[in-house]
Protein backbone atom coordinates (compact mmCIF):
# COMPACT_ATOMS: atom_id res chain seq x y z
CA UNK A 1 0.00 0.00 0.00
CA UNK A 2 1.26 3.31 -0.30
CA UNK A 3 1.88 5.32 2.45
CA UNK A 4 -1.49 7.21 2.95
CA UNK A 5 -3.41 3.66 3.46
CA UNK A 6 -0.57 2.56 5.65
CA UNK A 7 -1.62 4.76 7.72
CA UNK A 8 -5.26 4.14 6.97
CA UNK A 9 -3.92 0.99 8.06
CA UNK A 10 -2.71 1.56 12.00
CA UNK A 11 -6.44 3.14 12.62
CA UNK A 12 -7.92 0.10 11.07
CA UNK A 13 -5.30 -1.90 13.74
CA UNK A 14 -3.89 -3.78 11.79
CA UNK A 15 -0.10 -1.74 12.25
CA UNK A 16 -0.53 -2.15 15.80
CA UNK A 17 -1.46 -5.89 15.63
CA UNK A 18 1.47 -6.82 13.16
CA UNK A 19 4.06 -4.55 14.33
CA UNK A 20 3.54 -4.18 18.29
CA UNK A 21 4.15 -7.49 19.67
CA UNK A 22 2.96 -7.63 23.44
CA UNK A 23 0.61 -4.88 23.20
CA UNK A 24 -2.33 -6.66 23.73
CA UNK A 25 -3.20 -8.34 26.75
CA UNK A 26 -5.65 -11.04 26.58
CA UNK A 27 -9.26 -11.01 28.34
CA UNK A 28 -9.20 -14.91 29.13
CA UNK A 29 -13.04 -14.16 29.12
CA UNK A 30 -13.20 -11.09 32.02
CA UNK A 31 -16.62 -8.98 31.18
CA UNK A 32 -15.82 -5.70 30.74
CA UNK A 33 -16.54 -3.07 33.24
CA UNK A 34 -18.33 -0.30 32.41
CA UNK A 35 -18.12 3.55 33.30
CA UNK A 36 -20.44 6.08 32.99
CA UNK A 37 -18.02 9.36 32.50
CA UNK A 38 -21.07 11.23 30.48
CA UNK A 39 -24.70 11.85 30.58
CA UNK A 40 -27.35 13.43 28.76
CA UNK A 41 -28.96 16.81 28.85
CA UNK A 42 -32.26 16.20 29.81
CA UNK A 43 -32.54 12.99 32.11
CA UNK A 44 -35.84 10.84 32.30
CA UNK A 45 -36.36 10.40 36.59
CA UNK A 46 -37.66 7.08 36.44
CA UNK A 47 -37.85 4.03 39.21
CA UNK A 48 -37.37 0.50 39.43
CA UNK A 49 -38.83 -1.30 41.94
CA UNK A 50 -37.77 -4.44 42.99
CA UNK A 51 -40.10 -7.54 41.89
CA UNK A 52 -42.33 -8.69 44.74
CA UNK A 53 -40.72 -12.09 44.99
CA UNK A 54 -37.52 -11.57 43.34
CA UNK A 55 -35.19 -12.56 46.19
CA UNK A 56 -36.90 -16.31 45.15
CA UNK A 57 -34.56 -16.06 41.51
CA UNK A 58 -30.70 -16.60 41.19
CA UNK A 59 -29.97 -13.26 39.61
CA UNK A 60 -31.22 -9.71 40.62
CA UNK A 61 -33.29 -8.64 37.66
CA UNK A 62 -34.14 -5.47 38.62
CA UNK A 63 -30.30 -4.90 39.27
CA UNK A 64 -29.67 -6.05 35.67
CA UNK A 65 -32.70 -3.32 34.38
CA UNK A 66 -31.25 -0.43 36.71
CA UNK A 67 -27.76 -0.76 35.19
CA UNK A 68 -28.93 -0.77 32.13
CA UNK A 69 -30.49 1.96 32.11
CA UNK A 70 -27.90 4.16 33.94
CA UNK A 71 -25.38 3.30 31.58
CA UNK A 72 -27.54 4.81 28.85
CA UNK A 73 -26.95 8.46 30.38
CA UNK A 74 -30.84 9.17 29.50
CA UNK A 75 -32.20 8.25 33.26
CA UNK A 76 -32.02 9.37 36.51
CA UNK A 77 -32.49 6.65 38.60
CA UNK A 78 -34.98 7.09 41.68
CA UNK A 79 -33.80 4.65 44.33
CA UNK A 80 -36.75 2.51 44.92
CA UNK A 81 -34.52 -0.64 46.75
CA UNK A 82 -36.30 -0.27 49.93
CA UNK A 83 -39.69 -0.19 48.65
CA UNK A 84 -42.65 -2.48 51.08
CA UNK A 85 -44.60 -3.81 50.24
CA UNK A 86 -43.54 -4.07 46.77
CA UNK A 87 -46.64 -3.55 44.49
CA UNK A 88 -47.33 -5.30 41.66
CA UNK A 89 -50.47 -3.99 40.11
CA UNK A 90 -51.32 -0.38 39.10
CA UNK A 91 -53.66 -0.11 42.40
CA UNK A 92 -51.28 -0.91 44.94
CA UNK A 93 -49.03 1.73 44.16
CA UNK A 94 -49.15 5.26 45.99
CA UNK A 95 -48.44 7.80 42.74
CA UNK A 96 -47.99 10.60 44.82
CA UNK A 97 -45.53 9.60 46.83
CA UNK A 98 -43.17 8.64 43.98
CA UNK A 99 -44.24 11.68 42.30
CA UNK A 100 -43.39 13.89 45.17
CA UNK A 101 -39.53 11.79 44.98
CA UNK A 102 -39.24 13.49 41.63
CA UNK A 103 -39.77 10.22 39.60
CA UNK A 104 -42.10 10.39 36.11
CA UNK A 105 -42.05 6.80 35.66
CA UNK A 106 -41.82 3.26 37.58
CA UNK A 107 -41.48 -0.19 36.94
CA UNK A 108 -43.41 -2.59 39.01
CA UNK A 109 -44.03 -6.60 39.31
CA UNK A 110 -43.59 -9.65 40.32
CA UNK A 111 -42.15 -13.00 39.94
CA UNK A 112 -44.00 -16.53 40.05
CA UNK A 113 -42.77 -20.13 40.41
CA UNK A 114 -43.67 -21.74 37.23
CA UNK A 115 -43.13 -25.16 35.90
CA UNK A 116 -40.51 -27.12 35.26
CA UNK A 117 -38.22 -24.87 36.96
CA UNK A 118 -38.95 -21.92 34.57
CA UNK A 119 -39.41 -18.58 36.33
CA UNK A 120 -42.60 -16.02 35.47
CA UNK A 121 -41.44 -12.30 35.08
CA UNK A 122 -44.30 -9.82 35.03
CA UNK A 123 -43.83 -6.57 34.64
CA UNK A 124 -45.92 -3.03 34.65
CA UNK A 125 -44.68 0.55 33.83
CA UNK A 126 -46.31 3.34 34.43
CA UNK A 127 -46.49 6.78 33.89
CA UNK A 128 -46.81 8.62 37.14
CA UNK A 129 -47.83 11.83 35.81
CA UNK A 130 -50.55 10.22 33.22
CA UNK A 131 -51.97 7.38 36.17
CA UNK A 132 -51.65 5.25 33.57
CA UNK A 133 -49.67 1.60 32.08
CA UNK A 134 -47.18 1.99 29.51
CA UNK A 135 -46.07 -1.08 29.26
CA UNK A 136 -47.70 -4.88 30.58
CA UNK A 137 -46.03 -8.07 29.74
CA UNK A 138 -45.27 -11.13 31.31
CA UNK A 139 -41.91 -13.63 30.60
CA UNK A 140 -41.96 -17.21 31.01
CA UNK A 141 -37.79 -18.29 31.18
CA UNK A 142 -35.23 -20.74 32.23
CA UNK A 143 -32.62 -19.31 35.30
CA UNK A 144 -30.38 -18.84 32.50
CA UNK A 145 -32.47 -16.76 30.61
CA UNK A 146 -32.97 -14.25 33.16
CA UNK A 147 -30.18 -11.72 32.03
CA UNK A 148 -31.41 -11.23 28.56
CA UNK A 149 -34.98 -11.14 29.70
CA UNK A 150 -34.01 -8.01 32.38
CA UNK A 151 -32.11 -6.76 29.65
CA UNK A 152 -35.29 -7.53 26.91
CA UNK A 153 -37.29 -5.48 29.40
CA UNK A 154 -34.67 -2.66 30.06
CA UNK A 155 -34.98 -2.44 25.84
CA UNK A 156 -39.01 -2.48 26.41
CA UNK A 157 -38.56 0.86 29.12
CA UNK A 158 -36.00 2.51 26.99
CA UNK A 159 -38.53 2.46 23.77
CA UNK A 160 -41.51 3.56 25.58
CA UNK A 161 -40.04 6.53 27.68
CA UNK A 162 -37.75 7.63 24.50
CA UNK A 163 -40.03 6.55 21.29
CA UNK A 164 -36.62 4.75 20.40
CA UNK A 165 -35.63 0.92 20.20
CA UNK A 166 -33.16 -0.38 22.91
CA UNK A 167 -29.78 -1.96 22.30
CA UNK A 168 -29.39 -3.50 25.67
CA UNK A 169 -29.93 -6.90 24.43
CA UNK A 170 -27.51 -6.89 21.37
CA UNK A 171 -23.75 -8.45 21.88
CA UNK A 172 -20.50 -7.01 20.68
CA UNK A 173 -17.69 -8.59 19.18
CA UNK A 174 -13.87 -7.42 19.96
CA UNK A 175 -10.14 -8.85 19.43
CA UNK A 176 -7.61 -9.24 22.49
CA UNK A 177 -4.43 -10.55 22.57
CA UNK A 178 -1.69 -11.92 25.13
CA UNK A 179 1.81 -12.38 23.69
CA UNK A 180 1.01 -14.44 20.56
CA UNK A 181 -2.45 -15.66 21.28
CA UNK A 182 -5.11 -13.39 19.74
CA UNK A 183 -8.98 -14.16 20.62
CA UNK A 184 -12.20 -12.63 18.98
CA UNK A 185 -14.52 -12.18 21.83
CA UNK A 186 -18.17 -12.17 21.62
CA UNK A 187 -19.86 -10.77 24.86
CA UNK A 188 -23.11 -8.95 25.49
CA UNK A 189 -23.60 -5.14 25.07
CA UNK A 190 -22.87 -4.74 28.37
CA UNK A 191 -19.60 -6.85 28.57
CA UNK A 192 -21.26 -9.75 30.62
CA UNK A 193 -21.10 -13.44 29.23
CA UNK A 194 -17.61 -12.81 27.26
CA UNK A 195 -16.38 -15.91 24.93
CA UNK A 196 -13.69 -16.53 22.86
CA UNK A 197 -15.14 -17.66 19.36
CA UNK A 198 -11.70 -18.01 17.65
CA UNK A 199 -8.37 -18.22 19.61
CA UNK A 200 -5.11 -18.24 17.13
CA UNK A 201 -1.18 -17.80 17.56
CA UNK A 202 -1.96 -15.17 14.35
CA UNK A 203 -3.55 -11.94 14.13
CA UNK A 204 -7.10 -11.86 14.06
CA UNK A 205 -8.71 -8.45 12.68
CA UNK A 206 -11.98 -6.70 11.55
CA UNK A 207 -14.57 -8.93 13.02
CA UNK A 208 -17.97 -7.96 11.43
CA UNK A 209 -21.37 -9.30 12.32
CA UNK A 210 -24.05 -10.96 9.68
CA UNK A 211 -27.39 -9.08 9.39
CA UNK A 212 -29.04 -11.68 11.35
CA UNK A 213 -26.49 -11.50 13.90
CA UNK A 214 -25.26 -15.41 13.44
CA UNK A 215 -22.15 -15.44 11.77
CA UNK A 216 -18.92 -13.13 12.04
CA UNK A 217 -16.93 -12.81 9.19
CA UNK A 218 -13.01 -11.12 10.25
CA UNK A 219 -8.91 -11.27 8.91
CA UNK A 220 -6.70 -14.56 10.13
CA UNK A 221 -3.38 -14.53 9.73
CA UNK A 222 -3.16 -18.18 10.14
CA UNK A 223 -2.04 -19.03 6.75
CA UNK A 224 0.74 -16.87 7.21
CA UNK A 225 -1.71 -13.94 4.78
CA UNK A 226 -4.25 -12.14 5.74
CA UNK A 227 -7.48 -14.37 4.67
CA UNK A 228 -11.28 -13.59 5.00
CA UNK A 229 -13.06 -16.46 7.65
CA UNK A 230 -16.68 -16.42 8.17
CA UNK A 231 -17.94 -18.34 11.20
CA UNK A 232 -21.12 -19.48 11.87
CA UNK A 233 -21.36 -18.68 15.94
CA UNK A 234 -23.88 -22.12 17.35
CA UNK A 235 -21.54 -24.00 15.25
CA UNK A 236 -18.49 -22.75 15.37
CA UNK A 237 -18.01 -23.76 11.41
CA UNK A 238 -15.31 -21.99 10.02
CA UNK A 239 -15.00 -21.26 6.35
CA UNK A 240 -12.30 -19.46 4.64
CA UNK A 241 -14.11 -17.71 1.81
CA UNK A 242 -11.33 -15.09 0.46
CA UNK A 243 -7.84 -16.90 -0.11
CA UNK A 244 -6.77 -14.95 -2.80
CA UNK A 245 -2.55 -14.10 -4.18
CA UNK A 246 -1.53 -11.07 -1.83
CA UNK A 247 -4.02 -9.89 0.62
CA UNK A 248 -7.69 -10.33 1.39
CA UNK A 249 -9.38 -8.46 3.99
CA UNK A 250 -12.00 -5.37 5.27
CA UNK A 251 -15.21 -7.86 4.93
CA UNK A 252 -18.09 -5.86 4.79
CA UNK A 253 -21.73 -8.17 4.71
CA UNK A 254 -23.96 -6.74 2.27
CA UNK A 255 -27.54 -6.20 4.11
CA UNK A 256 -29.60 -9.30 2.72
CA UNK A 257 -26.89 -11.68 4.04
CA UNK A 258 -25.51 -13.18 0.74
CA UNK A 259 -22.43 -11.08 0.02
CA UNK A 260 -19.18 -9.75 0.97
CA UNK A 261 -17.33 -7.14 -0.23
CA UNK A 262 -13.47 -7.65 0.24
CA UNK A 263 -10.34 -5.92 -0.37
CA UNK A 264 -7.87 -8.21 -2.73
CA UNK A 265 -4.25 -6.99 -3.51
CA UNK A 266 -4.36 -9.75 -6.05
CA UNK A 267 -4.21 -7.33 -8.97
CA UNK A 268 -1.69 -4.67 -7.14
CA UNK A 269 -3.18 -1.98 -5.38
CA UNK A 270 -5.86 -2.63 -3.04
CA UNK A 271 -9.70 -2.97 -4.59
CA UNK A 272 -12.89 -3.90 -3.19
CA UNK A 273 -14.52 -6.90 -4.66
CA UNK A 274 -18.12 -8.59 -4.26
CA UNK A 275 -18.09 -12.40 -3.85
CA UNK A 276 -20.60 -14.87 -2.52
CA UNK A 277 -20.52 -15.61 1.06
CA UNK A 278 -20.58 -19.53 0.37
CA UNK A 279 -16.66 -18.13 -1.63
CA UNK A 280 -16.30 -18.39 -5.17
CA UNK A 281 -14.87 -15.92 -7.84
CA UNK A 282 -14.95 -12.34 -6.85
CA UNK A 283 -15.94 -9.27 -8.89
CA UNK A 284 -13.98 -6.51 -8.91
CA UNK A 285 -15.86 -3.29 -7.98
CA UNK A 286 -14.17 -0.73 -9.94
CA UNK A 287 -12.20 -1.43 -12.98
CA UNK A 288 -10.18 1.36 -14.31
CA UNK A 289 -9.23 3.25 -11.15
CA UNK A 290 -5.03 2.39 -9.62
CA UNK A 291 -6.22 3.79 -6.45
CA UNK A 292 -6.26 2.05 -3.29
CA UNK A 293 -9.80 1.59 -2.09
CA UNK A 294 -10.37 -0.28 1.08
CA UNK A 295 -12.99 -0.53 4.33
CA UNK A 296 -16.09 -0.92 2.35
CA UNK A 297 -19.46 -0.83 3.88
CA UNK A 298 -23.03 -1.67 2.21
CA UNK A 299 -26.22 1.08 2.74
CA UNK A 300 -28.66 0.05 4.75
CA UNK A 301 -30.75 -0.47 1.42
CA UNK A 302 -27.73 -2.18 -0.12
CA UNK A 303 -27.65 -0.44 -3.43
CA UNK A 304 -24.75 2.22 -2.46
CA UNK A 305 -20.98 1.17 -1.03
CA UNK A 306 -19.32 3.57 1.36
CA UNK A 307 -15.32 3.01 1.18
CA UNK A 308 -11.78 4.86 1.68
CA UNK A 309 -10.09 5.94 -1.06
CA UNK A 310 -6.78 7.52 -1.95
CA UNK A 311 -7.87 8.35 -5.25
CA UNK A 312 -7.30 12.21 -4.40
CA UNK A 313 -3.87 12.16 -2.83
CA UNK A 314 -5.10 11.60 0.73
CA UNK A 315 -7.30 9.18 2.29
CA UNK A 316 -11.23 10.42 1.90
CA UNK A 317 -14.26 8.73 2.04
CA UNK A 318 -16.43 7.97 -1.44
CA UNK A 319 -19.92 6.04 -2.05
CA UNK A 320 -21.23 4.39 -5.41
CA UNK A 321 -23.95 2.41 -6.87
CA UNK A 322 -22.69 -1.60 -5.94
CA UNK A 323 -24.29 -2.11 -9.43
CA UNK A 324 -21.37 -0.15 -10.81
CA UNK A 325 -21.16 3.67 -11.77
CA UNK A 326 -19.26 6.90 -10.77
CA UNK A 327 -17.46 6.95 -7.24
CA UNK A 328 -18.26 9.99 -5.69
CA UNK A 329 -16.70 12.56 -2.60
CA UNK A 330 -18.22 13.00 0.51
CA UNK A 331 -15.57 14.65 2.94
CA UNK A 332 -13.93 17.51 2.08
CA UNK A 333 -13.04 18.88 5.22
CA UNK A 334 -9.56 17.98 6.49
CA UNK A 335 -6.95 15.74 4.98
CA UNK A 336 -7.45 12.42 6.86
CA UNK A 337 -10.98 10.67 7.09
CA UNK A 338 -11.46 7.14 7.22
CA UNK A 339 -13.63 4.17 7.92
CA UNK A 340 -16.68 5.10 6.75
CA UNK A 341 -20.07 3.16 8.44
CA UNK A 342 -23.52 4.43 7.92
CA UNK A 343 -25.88 4.21 9.96
CA UNK A 344 -28.79 2.00 10.70
CA UNK A 345 -31.22 4.74 8.95
CA UNK A 346 -29.10 5.82 5.98
CA UNK A 347 -29.09 9.30 6.89
CA UNK A 348 -25.61 9.54 8.16
CA UNK A 349 -22.14 8.11 8.56
CA UNK A 350 -19.38 8.09 11.39
CA UNK A 351 -16.17 8.04 10.61
CA UNK A 352 -12.30 8.39 12.08
CA UNK A 353 -10.97 12.05 11.30
CA UNK A 354 -7.98 13.71 12.07
CA UNK A 355 -8.19 17.11 13.21
CA UNK A 356 -5.19 19.19 14.78
CA UNK A 357 -3.03 16.03 15.19
CA UNK A 358 -5.58 13.90 16.95
CA UNK A 359 -7.84 11.52 15.86
CA UNK A 360 -11.71 11.70 16.87
CA UNK A 361 -14.48 10.25 15.97
CA UNK A 362 -17.40 12.45 13.91
CA UNK A 363 -20.41 11.85 12.03
CA UNK A 364 -21.64 13.72 8.74
CA UNK A 365 -25.38 14.25 7.69
CA UNK A 366 -25.74 12.87 4.30
CA UNK A 367 -28.12 15.58 3.43
CA UNK A 368 -26.45 18.68 4.27
CA UNK A 369 -22.83 17.49 4.56
CA UNK A 370 -22.95 18.85 8.19
CA UNK A 371 -19.91 16.95 10.04
CA UNK A 372 -20.10 16.70 14.11
CA UNK A 373 -17.50 15.49 16.19
CA UNK A 374 -18.92 12.42 19.02
CA UNK A 375 -15.01 11.89 20.55
CA UNK A 376 -11.91 14.18 20.97
CA UNK A 377 -9.31 11.66 20.31
CA UNK A 378 -5.88 11.70 20.83
CA UNK A 379 -6.59 8.11 18.88
CA UNK A 380 -9.62 6.62 18.76
CA UNK A 381 -10.67 4.54 16.25
CA UNK A 382 -12.46 1.50 14.86
CA UNK A 383 -16.53 3.23 14.66
CA UNK A 384 -19.37 0.90 14.60
CA UNK A 385 -22.92 2.22 15.02
CA UNK A 386 -25.84 0.87 17.68
CA UNK A 387 -28.80 -0.92 15.83
CA UNK A 388 -30.54 2.23 16.79
CA UNK A 389 -28.28 4.68 15.53
CA UNK A 390 -28.19 6.41 19.32
CA UNK A 391 -24.78 5.43 20.09
CA UNK A 392 -21.24 4.58 18.45
CA UNK A 393 -18.88 1.54 19.99
CA UNK A 394 -15.45 2.89 18.80
CA UNK A 395 -11.67 1.74 20.70
CA UNK A 396 -9.42 4.04 21.84
CA UNK A 397 -5.59 4.71 23.54
CA UNK A 398 -6.49 5.44 27.21
CA UNK A 399 -3.22 5.89 29.38
CA UNK A 400 -1.06 3.57 26.91
CA UNK A 401 -3.87 1.02 27.03
CA UNK A 402 -6.39 0.18 24.02
CA UNK A 403 -9.77 0.19 25.45
CA UNK A 404 -13.38 -0.04 23.95
CA UNK A 405 -15.51 3.54 24.48
CA UNK A 406 -18.90 3.61 23.42
CA UNK A 407 -21.11 7.71 22.66
CA UNK A 408 -24.24 8.89 21.95
CA UNK A 409 -24.00 10.54 18.62
CA UNK A 410 -23.99 13.99 20.15
CA UNK A 411 -21.11 12.96 21.95
CA UNK A 412 -22.90 13.99 25.59
CA UNK A 413 -23.65 10.64 26.79
CA UNK A 414 -19.87 8.22 26.86
CA UNK A 415 -19.15 5.08 28.49
CA UNK A 416 -15.97 3.56 29.18
CA UNK A 417 -15.48 -0.53 28.64
CA UNK A 418 -12.26 -1.76 29.97
CA UNK A 419 -10.89 -5.02 30.52
CA UNK A 420 -9.62 -6.07 34.53
CA UNK A 421 -6.52 -6.05 32.69
CA UNK A 422 -5.17 -5.90 29.32
CA UNK A 423 -6.48 -4.14 26.07
CA UNK A 424 -9.33 -4.68 23.60
CA UNK A 425 -9.23 -3.31 20.02
CA UNK A 426 -11.32 -2.75 17.11
CA UNK A 427 -15.15 -3.43 18.28
CA UNK A 428 -18.04 -4.44 16.19
CA UNK A 429 -22.08 -3.76 17.21
CA UNK A 430 -24.19 -6.71 16.52
CA UNK A 431 -27.72 -6.26 14.83
CA UNK A 432 -31.05 -6.13 17.02
CA UNK A 433 -32.65 -8.92 17.81
CA UNK A 434 -30.21 -11.59 17.85
Do not use: C
Request: without cysteine; aromatic residues 6%; proline residues 8%.
Amino acid sequence: MLTTLRRLALLAGFLLLLLLPGLFVSAHAEALNVEIVGAGANQIPVAIAPLASEPLLPESVTAVINADLARSGLFRLIDASAISPRPAELAQLNIAEWRGQGADAMLIGRVNAAANGKWEIQVRLVDLAGNRQLLGQSFVVEPRQLRATAHRIADLIFERLTGIPGVFGTRIAYITRLGKRFELMVADADGYNPRAVFTSTEPIISPRWSPDGGRIAYVSFERKKPVVVVQTLNTGDRRVVADFKGSNSAPAWSPDGQRLAVVLTRDGSSQIHLMPVAGGEPQRLMKTTPANDTEPAFSPDGRLLYFTSDRGGGPQIYRMPVAGGNAERLTFEGDYNVSPRPSPDGKSIVFVQRYAGRFRIVTQDLGNRQVLPVTDGPVDESPSYAPNGQLVLFSRMQGGRGELAAASVDGRVRQRLTLPSGDAREPAWGPAGQ
